[in-house]
C-alpha cells in the first residue's frame, strides 16, 4: 500500500482559490497507475474529482471542468489540485487516492469549506 498525505484544504469565500497537495511515500510512482481527487459532502457518495494517468492523461468531473486543474511533480512524489472559482457546493473532504494494480490507497483526506 502506498501512504498518502494531503494538505491545503480550508475555508475560502466563493469565487476563491485553494491549491490541495497529495504526497506519496518515496518511490511509489514507480508502481502507481494513477492517481486522483475524490471528495465526499455530508449525507452524500464519494465521487471522482479529477485523475492523472502515468502518462500524464486527464479527467475531470463535469462539475469541475474549467475550474480545477491536477498536476503532478514526479521529482517531490507529489500530486497537486488547483481549485479555482469555488463554490459553495465543492464544500466536502477532499480524498487523494493512488492506485496500483494491487489495489486503491487513500489519503486521510482534507476538508474544504467555501462560505461567504
Known amino acids: 500500500q502506498v501512504h498518502l498525505v494531503e494538505s491545503g484544504g480550508g475555508l475560502v469565500q466563493p469565487g476563491g482559490s485553494l491549491r490541495l497537495s497529495c504526497t506519496a511515500s518515496?518511490?511509489?510512482?514507480?508502481?502507481?497507475?494513477?492517481m486522483g481527487w475524490y471528495r465526499q459532502a455530508p449525507g452524500k457518495q464519494r465521487e471522482l474529482v479529477a485523475t492523472m494517468t502515468r502518462s500524464g492523461s486527464t479527467n475531470y468531473a463535469d462539475s469541475v471542468k474549467g475550474r480545477f486543474t491536477i498536476s503532478r511533480d514526479n521529482a517531490k512524489n507529489t500530486v497537486f489540485l488547483q481549485m479555482n472559482s469555488l463554490k459553495p457546493e465543492d464544500t466536502a473532504v477532499y480524498y487523494c487516492a493512488a492506485e496500483q494494480s494491487l489495489g486503491t490507497s487513500w489519503g486521510q483526506g482534507t476538508q474544504v469549506t467555501v462560505s461567504s
Open positions: 518515496a518511490g511509489s510512482l514507480f508502481s502507481i497507475n494513477a
